[in-house]
């Protein structure tokens, strides 16, 4: 029986996880399951859906996020996106921003569990039974929410509405008084509360999200659970991503080390510099890739310092890479 992606995946991001990065973590690792950006459900009916959910089968297997709050708006996006290839469609309910907030959705929607139902119900209806499967990613409760009896109950909300595949990040947001980035760090992380989830739930798909910043680390929780995601920690140290396919899915990853990753990536960043991108919207993604690697602060200096000039080509990442001693093995 195959190993399914979700064993491993990487958590949306903001402004990170956008189509360049996407396509270079796919020459680290061919089997994690990829998560776009997050996309409200109002854009995706109204935007340019080609420009906001780009993307090419090169990425695959690869997860759309979608934010929203009307189940109506929810139908209509789900019923735009579903045959476009995305393995699934996952509802932000774990976003603590104030931006979301103020869209009264993400984490915020936790406080309304029968508003939940009905989105998510109507996504069903609108991937129906040959689609995408409709996932949600939540919080483990939000505020003053005593998480050992509302997460239990939201779960049951969650099996009740045909949802059997739930991504739980490992901390309570703190919705009034606390940063995106202090809901990251604050709070702290319970994650005996979702491996309780997995044996009160046992039927429902429970991946663990939050705080994982090692490959030992993840290996250690999918002994108990169906998956782990994780976010900051492949952004900025992918080269952890090459580790993921041998770990978790027992294949070969799709180069040998970081140096003929980067080399695979640059037909990509050649053809995509050719339609007009500058390349600094490419190498923001490559800066982490040698961390704590002698030469590293040279390697990143370079390209920050030289990716957004005019004209800059693939010449600057060559240089960067000089600054590395023997880069070609590592």
Same mark, same amino acid.
């Given at each position: 029986?195959? @190993?399914?992606?979700?064993?491993?995946?990487?958590?949306?991001?903001?402004?990170?996880?956008?189509?360049?990065?996407?396509?270079?973590?796919?020459?680290?690792?061919?089997?994690?399951? %990829?998560?776009?950006?997050?996309?409200?459900?109002?854009?995706?009916i109204?935007?340019?859906?080609?420009?906001?959910?780009?993307?090419?089968?090169?990425e695959?297997p690869?997860?759309?996020?979608?934010?929203?709050?009307?189940?109506?708006?929810?139908?209509?996006?789900?019923?735009?996106?579903?045959?476009? +290839?995305?393995?699934?469609?996952?509802?932000?309910?774990?976003?603590?921003?104030?931006?979301?907030?103020?869209?009264?959705?993400?984490?915020?929607?936790?406080?309304?569990?029968?508003?939940?139902?009905?989105?998510?119900?109507?996504?069903?209806?609108?991937?129906?039974?040959?689609?995408?499967?409709?996932?949600?990613?939540?919080? !483990?409760? $939000?505020?003053?929410?005593?998480?050992?009896?509302? !997460?239990?109950?939201?779960?049951?909300?969650?099996?009740?509405?045909? @949802?059997?595949?739930?991504?739980?990040?490992?901390?309570?947001?703190?919705?009034?008084?606390?940063? &995106?980035?202090?809901?990251?760090? $604050?709070?702290?992380?319970?994650?005996?509360?979702?491996?309780?989830?997995?044996?009160?739930? &046992?039927?429902?798909?429970?991946? !663990?999200?939050?705080?994982?910043?090692?490959?030992?680390?993840?290996?250690?929780?999918?002994?108990?659970?169906?998956?782990?995601?994780?976010?900051?920690?492949?952004?900025?140290?992918?080269? $952890?991503?090459?580790q993921?396919?041998?770990?978790?899915?027992?294949?070969?990853?799709?180069?040998?080390n970081?140096?003929?990753?980067?080399?695979?990536?640059?037909?990509?960043v050649?053809?995509?510099?050719?339609?007009?991108? &500058?390349?600094?919207?490419?190498?923001?993604?490559l800066? +982490?890739?040698?961390?704590?690697?002698?030469?590293?602060?040279?390697?990143?200096? @370079?390209?920050?310092?030289?990716?957004? %000039?005019?004209?800059?080509?693939?010449?600057? @990442?060559?240089?960067?890479?000089?600054?590395?001693?023997?880069?070609?093995n590592?």
């Amino acid at each position: 029986m195959a @190993i399914p992606a979700y064993r491993l995946s990487t958590a949306p991001m903001m402004e990170w996880t956008d189509r360049h990065w996407r396509v270079f973590a796919r020459t680290l690792t061919r089997k994690a399951l %990829l998560y776009t950006e997050m996309v409200t459900a109002q854009a995706l009916i109204h935007g340019d859906l080609e420009r906001l959910t780009a993307h090419s089968p090169a990425e695959y297997p690869l997860a759309l996020q979608i934010g929203g709050s009307n189940p109506e708006e929810l139908f209509q996006a789900t019923d735009r996106v579903k045959d476009l +290839g995305f393995f699934e469609i996952n509802l932000n309910l774990g976003c603590p921003s104030d931006r979301v907030q103020a869209g009264c959705f993400g984490a915020a929607l936790m406080a309304d569990p029968r508003r939940v139902s009905d989105c998510l119900s109507a996504m069903c209806d609108a991937s129906g039974s040959n689609g995408p499967k409709i996932t949600a990613k939540i919080r !483990l409760g $939000i505020d003053d929410q005593n998480p050992e009896h509302s !997460l239990p109950e939201f779960m049951t909300m969650l099996n009740d509405s045909n @949802i059997n595949h739930v991504i739980i990040h490992a901390r309570k947001a703190i919705l009034g008084g606390l940063s &995106p980035k202090q809901n990251r760090e $604050i709070p702290p992380l319970n994650y005996e509360l979702v491996h309780q989830m997995k044996k009160e739930f &046992p039927d429902m798909e429970i991946v !663990l999200n939050g705080g994982l910043k090692t490959i030992a680390q993840c290996q250690a929780e999918v002994g108990l659970l169906d998956g782990v995601m994780i976010g900051r920690a492949a952004y900025q140290t992918p080269q $952890i991503l090459l580790q993921v396919d041998r770990q978790f899915f027992h294949e070969e990853p799709p180069n040998r080390n970081a140096f003929e990753a980067l080399l695979s990536y640059r037909s990509y960043v050649e053809s995509t510099l050719a339609l007009g991108f &500058p390349l600094k919207h490419l190498t923001r993604h490559l800066v +982490g890739l040698y961390h704590q690697i002698p030469g590293a602060r040279n390697y990143r200096r @370079i390209l920050s310092e030289r990716a957004h %000039l005019p004209g800059a080509d693939w010449a600057v @990442i060559e240089d960067a890479l000089a600054a590395i001693p023997n880069v070609e093995n590592l």
